[in-house]
């Protein structure tokens, strides 16, 4: 059996030990070939492929980003962007495809499956944490540590200046990073999209924390947005799947505490950082596990699955499914940490 295997959307850690397992298990025990299609969607458009064996994945594990490049091309948005797919799949014998992403990468996937029946397996791929259908996707922990570490570091900066500092994090409707950080790294305040936020009761937690001779450090999410405001865009641009590009929330933010409270404050936008690098421990774990599952139900024809994480067990739940609605903070765990705030 010859399988394709694509990486879409955005970067993250953990992509190369997906790549890894399904390929070292699918040679290994089921005499599987691979072909890898080069950044995502774009090359099964284009028949951009590059092989795949047990020599290409050797010593990936550790290596952040993908060896397969990424792109955000969305097929239904190029022209017979579908037809070409499946000439392409056709050319290079290709009987199923495993597809690496998030919302974005898997929606195309369990379209392609329903409605063109093309074989699809997906694995579930975002470092916001944001996949229905399973506990947790790979490449948020490592997110989640890259964000920790910074507010960590930023506490003595802020406490021996004593000013706030705002810390910018990725989150586009799901404040999954913001409050995992912001708990662990011990924020005054953490502002998420799920919640929008008063403008006057974050100053006054600003302001308590400062009473307490404490510089505060507030944690916001890049999707979050005030009371009587809306989304503060990077630019009014679009990506293929219709996403604007965000970012400029935490600048905003800043510039607003400092003229009410008359605190200085600063920005620190963490963007990409949290992207890239070595993926931690349990990323690696859980994108190997879910490689070696999604490389089983290729094997046994349970196409249009995504493999998931329930509890410590990797299951199959429908791509349909997983994509067809965002997990989100619930307002009672955002509630949780309240305590902190201030």
């Known amino acids: 059996m010859k399988v394709g295997v694509l ?9 190369n030990a997906v790549i890894r397992a399904v390929v070292r298990k699918g040679v290994q025990e089921y005499g599987c070939e691979f072909v890898g ?62 597809a ?50 910074a507010i960590d570091r930023l506490h003595t900066t802020a406490e021996s200046h004593m000013r706030v500092l705002v810390v910018e994090v990725m989150g586009r409707h799901a404040g999954w990073i913001a409050l995992h950080s912001g708990l662990a790294g011990g924020a005054n305040v953490i502002l998420i999209p799920e ?55 935490g600048e905003w933010l800043a510039k607003e505490i400092e003229s009410r409270t008359g605190k200085e404050a600063r920005t620190t936008v963490l963007g ?10 349990f ?12 490389i089983d139900a290729v094997r046994e024809g349970d196409f249009g699955k995504m493999v998931a994480l329930k509890g410590t067990d990797i299951v199959r739940v429908p791509i349909l499914e997983a994509t067809a609605k965002l997990k989100t903070v619930d307002p009672a765990l955002y509630e949780e940490v309240g305590v902190f705030f201030g």
Request: hydrophobic content about 35%.
């Open 272 to 281: 990409h950082i949290q992207r890239g690098g070595t993926p931690s421990a």
């Open 100 to 149: 690496i992403g998030g919302e974005d990468t898997l929606g195309v996937a369990a379209r392609l499956y329903e409605e063109y029946g093309i074989p699809c397996v997906g694995v579930p791929k975002t470092i916001d944490n944001d996949l229905s259908g399973t506990d947790y996707t790979f490449g948020f922990d490592t997110a989640v540590g890259i964000a920790t570490e």
């Open 37 to 98: 299609f080069k950044d995502g969607w774009r090359g099964a458009i284009e028949g951009d492929t590059v092989p795949l064996g047990i020599p290409a994945v050797r010593g990936i594990l550790p290596r952040g980003g993908t060896i397969l490049g990424s792109s955000r091309t969305n097929p239904f948005n190029q022209e017979n962007g579908v037809r070409r797919i499946k000439e392409n799949l056709a050319k290079y014998e290709v009987e199923a495809l495993v």
């Open 7 to 15: 990486t879409g959307g955005g970067d993250c850690p953990g992509l």
């Open 283 to 294: 990323d690696r774990w859980l994108a190997t596990r879910f490689g070696l599952h999604a």
């Open 195 to 249: 919640q929008r936020f008063d403008l006057d009761k974050v100053c006054a937690w600003v302001t308590s924390r400062f009473k307490a001779s404490y510089a505060p450090i507030v944690v916001v999410a890049e999707g979050a947005m005030p009371t009587d405001g809306e989304l503060v865009l990077k630019d009014a641009t679009t990506d293929s799947f219709g996403h604007v590009r965000l970012s400029g929330v």
